[in-house]
């Protein structure tokens, strides 16, 4: 939805606690989440992190995308579940967050 | 966040850091109108409709230059996504009133979790606000005054942290006595 430049990708975390994201998540993290609100793109702004994944086909408001552009943060909609998008980037090296 | 009383917990230490000497923290819960609300008025020093705007807008350029709370954008999100609102009234140099409210059966609430605690501490860390704490289910209410510490320190000469668990002891039993069957 929102393109980024090639950034590193420290770690995976999957939550759709927003207050627990914003306490623990480290930068250049990838965040999967359910929760298509643009309070997810305002944390992942603030704390730095490369992807936000949403699942099961969630999208965000338009203008949600449109400031995530803006912040050069990338946004995927997938239409697989949290476990699987997870499953995937585990067998692609990638780990958990916290 | 995964209890309500967190935020109830962050928006009334923004009452206090807004220097409020009085701090009414007031809970409807009513299975019979559908509602569960979090009231809190204070006499701090208000804010403009611009910044009530702004403290809102989880993108506000100030919240860029350093990461300040997302405390008012996660509540407002909270009421929401259990078919509430989040209402702000707030007038400069007297005082802010701010009203969460959630659809009492909405499935993405989350529990009140440790008021009692949570109003405790609040009392404890901040000697100098009056503080008074209302709570009213269909089976009734109750309210807890921090002069209840104070008046017991005085009588028992001891000092506040001894009170803390008297105090939240007391809480939870009106608590229970209020609780709904339903
Ligand atoms: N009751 C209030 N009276 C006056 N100003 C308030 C009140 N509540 C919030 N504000 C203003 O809104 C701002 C944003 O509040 P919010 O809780 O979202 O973040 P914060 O308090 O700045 O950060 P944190 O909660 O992480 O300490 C506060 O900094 C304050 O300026
Ligand atoms: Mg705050």
Known sequence: ?98 | MRELSLHILDIVTNSIEAEASRVILWLEESVEKNLFSITVRDNGRGMSQEMIDAVIDPFVTTRTTRPVGMGLPLLRQAATSCGGELRIKSRIGKGTTLTASFLHNSLNRSPLGGIAETVVNLIIGAPDVHFLYGHRTDAGCFTFDSYWIYARMAELDCSQYMLVEPAQKWIMERLQSIASTA
């Open chain 1, 1 to 98: 939805m929102a393109s980024s430049r090639e950034r590193d990708v420290s770690s995976v975390c999957i939550s759709d606690i927003l207050s627990d994201v914003m306490a623990k998540v480290p930068r250049d993290a990838i965040w999967i989440t359910n929760q298509a609100h643009e309070n997810v793109i305002a944390i992942a702004f603030f704390k730095e992190l490369t992807a936000v994944i949403f699942t099961n086909g969630a999208v965000p408001a338009m203008d949600a995308i449109d400031k995530a552009n803006i912040k050069k943060i990338a946004l995927y909609s997938c239409d697989l579940n949290a476990f699987d998008i997870a499953g995937r980037l585990y067998t692609l090296g990638l780990r958990g967050s916290y």
